[in-house]
């Protein structure tokens, strides 16, 4: 899915990160980070290696993975683990906070916010006089999808 991203927020919060760093921009990091934030997935390294390699890019995994990581250092992107063993690597949305729903059948992410759950988590923290910075919630489960076809090879056959 292809999210609509105002770029001259990105790269200027980019180049002041890059600048406070002290380091250059190379044409093969700003392809990785033009490439990874025109799309609204959870990458792995190798997931995004292999697209633009596809795609023609001409950029090495290395390249990609130290890019995502000064993409998260900077807060252009979000580290996620979703249980598959890899990390992933999402755009941060700006601030948009969201959760995740995850098939353990196909893979599916289904991102969501319930504004009920958060408001639980606030009070869950003021009851431990606990103060919340962030949270991250990973629900895994079976898809709509996967359930389905699960059903049909299980039911038997009438014709």
């Known amino acids: 899915m292809i999210m609509k991203i105002n770029f001259s927020f990105e ?3 980019w180049k002041k990160y890059k600048d406070d760093k002290g380091f ?3 044409p093969k990091r700003m392809d990785v980070i033009f490439y990874f934030l025109r799309k609204d997935k959870h ?5 995004l290696y292999e697209e633009m390699k596809k795609k023609g890019f001409k950029v090495s995994y290395s390249t ?7 993409l998260v250092e900077s807060g252009l992107a979000n580290q996620i683990e979703l249980g598959d063993g ?4 999402e755009p941060s949305h700006r601030g948009e906070h969201h959760d995740h729903l995850i098939c353990i059948s196909c893979g599916k992410i289904i991102e969501f916010y319930d504004e009920e759950l958060e408001k639980l988590q606030e009070n869950i923290g003021k009851k431990h006089n606990f103060t919340i910075k962030s949270h991250k919630l990973d629900i895994f489960g079976i898809c709509d999808d996967c359930r ?8 038997p056959n009438n014709g």
């Not at 990458?43 to 997931?47: D, K, M």
């Not at 076809?149 to 299980?154: G, L």
């Open 64 to 70: 990609i993975y130290r890019t995502l990581r000064r």
């Open 86 to 89: 890899f990390l992933r690597f």
């Open 43 to 47: 990458w792995s390294v190798e997931e």
């Open 24 to 26: 250059k921009n190379s």
């Open 148 to 155: 389905k076809e699960d059903y049909d090879k299980k039911r």
């Open 11 to 13: 790269m200027e919060k």
